[in-house]
């Protein structure tokens, strides 16, 4: 009997020790956890996955190098991921299951703006810092969060160099850039929205002339009408952003219905894969990119960039889209905090965020009062020869841009 | 949207070059709003998962081009595929809705085509997908209009399948037994049709034609598990105004819509192009209302 009553104790003790284990699940032995709710189903599957492989790497590069040193402490990290299906709301139900339940206080960002969008409320209402990777849109740091940090280039951004270079290439060839003329094809979408935002106020400060400016339904598969419109007008620049369906489209069409046009800029050419699905096709075309694997950053982890896009594919068996190289970047952010903060108090942390100033493999890091990085610049590309080659911003040009595109009469 | 206008005037080719697109786009609506005709009319149910059917026929022509079979072949193996999916999703689900309410069986099409998004996006991941054909374009009027190939292969398709199911709808034991069906299924069923089998094969007949739209589409434009939706509402709209049982006019109703909402896209922006489609289908709904008024009074 009094055997029995024993092990009952013990048992309780032992559960006892597993509540206590959930309810503060941050640090267990030498183990921190991180958090993050992240599309491993649905629409951003593929995508996701590329985020959670780019975390998974981080995490385990950083552990076998012995950790990070906490107040004279090794610690290991890991991460509870749950699947968010790539609906908001059930990520954000999700970031408080894994701060209430898991006892988690650090999280990690999940894929896309509007997952990102549905989850920072949560993580800054519990005071929970984030670092997030993959919500480039403007509108998340125009909130006042405090707790909510992202290591990649914002919305605005995103297309930005290609007008700029098109500025560059008039003035060089003696003209104004004023007498350019862009026509813009966006998704109707938050997400593209804020990129054509960006690229309508760069063309209103050189003073280039917008003359078409379509905002295309996320449903239509078809630019037919647009890509008329743009052949007929013969813009200089012809900007499109629609995700991949966009890229994929205007490539498409665009060989179709020969629509000449000197420059041509995207968004998501690689999601599209425009190289392989089009070949000869894509040439020419300009890419905005958040990180190239040619680029020159390194850091102690991971080498160069091109050390990381090595160290990847071994790991996964194909190239590094930049959707891994930031969620790589987001883990080596936290770990750098965390060594800087000495300590695994919330409030610590996220002030040692705030003050992050890095070199790594995907660029230089340091984020503003909003907490969006600012010391890292898109960058574009272009396809030449079947590559995607680095051509602007100038300091990072690995080849000259190929300008102008020469007319699909030319091409063939 | 003056402008644009005048943009017809200054270079009258686009008319041309607008309302071909216009109508090859609509084709491959068409394809699939016969198949949306022919469950409606004679099962009296509407179709929800017509969109996810088209993408299906999508990725299975994607699937051949893996495996380096050329994607034209994907016409005749997706319906194919897709008529033997459309006769077992019939036995495993429609078959218990379709005597029931509409709601009910809008409702279990619905779940139909959430599963089959999850499906696709499953085995074939969420990446917008498509095919290369291989054809070229066409060049009018010294390359000022260009139509792509696959579009007209896709137009001609349509206009031959729509051939091709009206003759077989007249003259075949089992398309006279599905007219049967649609008129009367109490009656049909009296005298001596199965109308569980008819149902069966309309409802497979109809996911093949989506089938080899699908195909059609990854060629000449794209797939992806979640964008099936306007293929769905596009098949809903065209029967709609061609009117329910009338074949002839649904290719035409396809055609149409598609220049319109082309139009509507080029001289007020894409972002209303959806828009006027909506717009217009009300239009049709309360002038043929009124119509139809017009005709009860000579009635009485």
């Known amino acids: 009997m009094i055997r029995k009553l024993k092990q009952l104790g013990l048992a309780t003790a032992a559960l006892g020790l597993v509540l206590a284990g959930t309810a503060d699940a941050k640090v267990e032995g030498d183990t921190v956890y991180l958090g993050s709710a992240i599309s491993l189903t649905g629409k951003y599957s593929t995508n996701g996955e590329h985020t959670q492989r780019g975390y998974d790497l981080a995490v385990k590069l950083i552990n076998e190098a012995g950790g990070i040193m906490v107040d004279g402490q090794d610690y290991m990290l890991d991460i509870i991921y749950y699947d968010d299906e790539s609906t908001p709301a059930r990520g954000a139900q999700l970031a408080e299951r894994l701060i209430n339940q898991d006892g988690v206080e650090f999280m990690l960002g999940p894929y896309s703006s509007g997952l990102t969008k549905a989850i920072a409320p949560v993580t800054e209402q519990y005071g929970v810092p984030m670092v997030e990777a993959n919500g480039a849109s403007l509108s998340l740091f125009t909130e006042g969060y405090q707790y909510l940090f992202a290591v990649l280039s914002t ?50 400060a050189l003073g280039i002339k917008v003359v078409i400016d379509d905002q295309l339904p996320p449903e239509l598969n078809d630019m037919a009408a647009t890509l008329a419109k743009v052949k007929a007008l013969k813009p200089d620049i012809l900007v499109v952003s629609g995700h991949a369906k966009g890229a994929t489209l205007a490539i498409r069409q665009m060989e179709e219905m020969r629509v000449d046009v000197p420059m041509l800029a995207l968004t998501h050419c690689d999601s599209a894969d425009i190289i392989g699905n089009f070949g000869e096709a894509a040439e020419y075309t300009l890419c905005a990119s958040q990180w190239a694997p040619s680029l020159s950053y390194s850091d102690d982890l991971f080498g160069s ?78 396809v030449q020869d079947g590559e995607y080659v680095v051509v602007a911003p100038t300091a990072w040009a690995a080849s000259e841009v190929r300008w102008p595109t020469p007319p699909w009469a030319d091409r063939q | ?291 139809l008024r017009r005709k009860r009074k000579y009635l009485k």
């Not at chain 1, 108090?345 to 040692?352: H, T």
């Not at chain 1, 493999?361 to 960058?379: L, R, W």
């Not at chain 2, 000022?144 to 190939?149: D, K, L, P, R």
């Not at chain 2, 939706?229 to 596009?234: G, M």
Request: hydrophobic share 55%.
């Open chain 1, 155 to 204: 919305t605005e951004q995103y297309l930005a160099s290609a007008v700029a270079l098109a500025a560059e290439i008039a003035e060089a060839e003696g003209r104004d850039p004023s007498t350019l003329t862009l026509a813009a094809a966006f998704e109707n979408d938050p997400f593209s929205q804020d990129i054509r935002n960006g690229v309508l106020a760069d063309a209103e």
């Open chain 1, 305 to 382: 960039a091109a050390d990381f896009a090595a160290t990847f594919e071994a790991e996964y068996g194909y190239a590094p889209p930049y959707q891994a190289a930031e969620s790589a970047a987001a883990v080596m952010v936290f770990a750098d905090a965390f060594e800087r903060a000495g300590t695994f108090d919330k409030a610590a942390v996220r002030d040692a965020l705030s003050e992050t100033v890095m070199e790594t493999f995907y660029g230089n890091i340091e984020f503003d009062e909003t907490g969006k990085n600012i010391a890292k610049p898109m960058v574009l590309y272009q």
């Open chain 2, 1 to 291: 949207m003056l402008d644009n206008l005048q943009l017809f005037v200054d270079a009258p080719f686009l008319l041309i070059q607008v309302l071909l697109d216009g109508i090859l786009f609509g084709a491959i609506f068409a394809i699939a709003a016969y198949g949306m005709a022919l469950v409606w009319g004679v099962m009296n149910v509407i179709n929800i998962v017509q969109g996810e059917f088209v993408m299906l026929g999508g990725f299975i022509t994607f699937q051949l081009t893996l495996w380096g079979i050329h994607p034209l072949f994907g016409i005749p193996v997706a319906a194919a595929v897709l008529f033997v999916i459309g006769i077992a999703l019939y036995y495993g689900v429609i078959r218990r809705v379709v005597d029931k309410d509409m709601f009910i069986s809008l409702l279990a099409t619905f779940g139909l085509s959430i599963l089959l998004q999850q499906l696709m996006n499953q085995i074939w991941g969420g990446d917008v997908r498509t095919a290369q054909s291989g054809l070229g374009t066409w060049f009018l009027f010294d390359y000022t209009v260009t139509v792509g190939q696959i579009k007209v292969v896709a137009c001609v398709g349509a206009l031959i399948l729509g051939l091709i199911l009206i003759v077989f709808l007249k003259k075949s034991r089992l398309g006279q037994a599905i007219r049967a069906t649609a008129q009367n299924p109490r009656a049909a069923q009296v005298l001596g049709i199965n109308t569980d089998k008819v149902f069966a094969a309309t409802y497979g007949i109809n996911a093949a034609l989506c089938g080899a739209a699908g195909s059609l589409v990854v060629m000449a434009y794209s797939v992806h598990p979640y964008i099936g939706l306007p293929y769905t509402v596009r098949s809903f709209m065209i029967v709609i105004v061609a009117g329910l049982g009338n074949l002839p006019g649904v290719i035409l109703a396809g055609l149409g819509l598609g220049a319109a909402e082309n139009f509507a896209a080029f001289i007020l922006g894409a972002q209303f192009q959806v828009a006027f489609v909506f717009c217009l289908l009300i239009v049709i709904l309360v002038v043929r209302n009124t119509l």
